[in-house]
């Protein structure tokens, strides 16, 4: 697939080839973010290895338009790796094609679609609090616990979204 072709398509049927087509899917998914306090020294090699393995992705071009379209990466910060781009180089990208993109997010909302994108950033805001500092707790504590409480909700959420979404397109089983 070219990244034209990514790019005409709905976001629907970028995520189903992401879905079953990625290299990354089998594999553990923490290897392409950086772990709190991990150095530089340590997470270069493996963000290097993540790199390396999107590259030879069938499905790269297709998780590269769906990292645009949602917007990954922050500009200051090396911490994730997705179609092979770093977070600044994903920043880069998206600027450089802020209108096409911000076209292709006005065609793929619907109030369905605004529902998951809400769920999905209230998901990762969830995930990334350290309950430690706004519970006063220690790991494992009580705020700990119900942060994965929520966090695990907040999921079954989305995947039913995901997974009503997929059956009215006909997908057969969602990944």
């Not at 709905?10 to 990625?22: I, P």
């Not at 020294?41 to 993540?50: F, K, L």
């Not at 009215?168 to 089983?173: K, L, V």
């Amino acid at each position: 697939m070219t990244p034209t072709d990514a790019r005409a398509m709905r976001r629907g049927v970028l995520q189903q080839l992401v879905d079953e087509g990625a290299l990354c899917a089998a594999g553990d998914p923490g290897r392409f973010f950086r772990l709190d306090g991990e150095s530089v020294v340590e997470w270069q090699p493996r963000r290097d290895s993540a790199v390396r393995l999107c590259a030879e992705c069938p499905a790269r071009t297709a998780c590269e338009e769906l990292a645009l379209r949602d917007g990954e990466g922050r500009a200051g910060t090396d911490d994730m790796v997705r179609a092979g781009h770093t977070g600044p180089a994903l920043v880069a990208l998206r600027r450089r094609h802020s209108e096409r993109l911000a076209a292709a997010v006005a065609v793929d909302r619907d109030t369905e679609g605004a529902r998951l994108d809400a769920l999905v950033a209230q998901l990762l805001r969830t995930a990334i609090k350290n309950p430690d500092k706004a519970g006063g707790g220690y790991r494992g504590g009580p705020a700990q616990t119900a942060q994965n409480a929520e966090i695990c909700a907040l999921a079954v959420q989305v995947q039913a979204i995901r997974t009503a979404r997929r059956t009215r397109a006909g997908w057969e089983a969602a990944a």
